[in-house]
């Protein structure tokens, strides 16, 4: 996305109430824009392929088809679109199964206003929203839970340059892009280029989905991510 693109948002919450005050809340930011509602899981996938939104607020609990199973489907048809989870949910299962969906991260629905305009920009450019703690916990479940694919030639780890790697494990640490720019002494900017690099490579949408594919991989270990 271009850096003076406008971010385009799709929201997915079975309330109309709720959808309205954050609408009214995003767009109140010149660089936010809703371009859709949906109120249900399958109206979400309807109006993701119709609308490719940057970046989808995704409630959990819908009636029908809930927002995880949403997500899963969105991200396999769309990659790169970029789900941000809201719930009032905060226990590990919740966490656990909307990552495992494809999700970029999660909110709990008493987030504060500046929070969640964060979290929007941040998972519009790569970024994850998951703190640190609770990503090396997620990672070590996953690490310890799933059994990684063969890798094919497309998605080998030789298709990652060295320094895509060094970027993608530094990630997996929870650190930022300022913070990875600083300990590989680059620029924020170049840093996001590597991230974008990394995504198309591996068709995902996000670095919480590629650390998790790198770790199925066996190319990062969640022991060395202190």
Known sequence: MHMDEKIRILLVDDHPVVRKGTRDLLESHDDLVVIGEAGDGQEAIDQAMKLSPNVILMDV???????????????ALAPTISVLVLTSYDDDAYVFALLEAGAAGYLLKNAREDELIQAVRAVASGESVLHPSVAKKVLGRFAANTSAPAPTPANDVEALSPRELE??????????????????EISPRTVQVHLANIFSKLGVGSRTEAVLYAIKQGWIDPSALD
């Open 61 to 75: 609990s819908m009636p029908g088809m809930n927002g995880i199973e949403a997500t899963k489907r969105i991200k």
């Open 167 to 184: 970027v993608l494990r530094i990630a997996a640490t929870g650190s930022t892009n300022k913070e990875i720019a600083r300990d590989l």
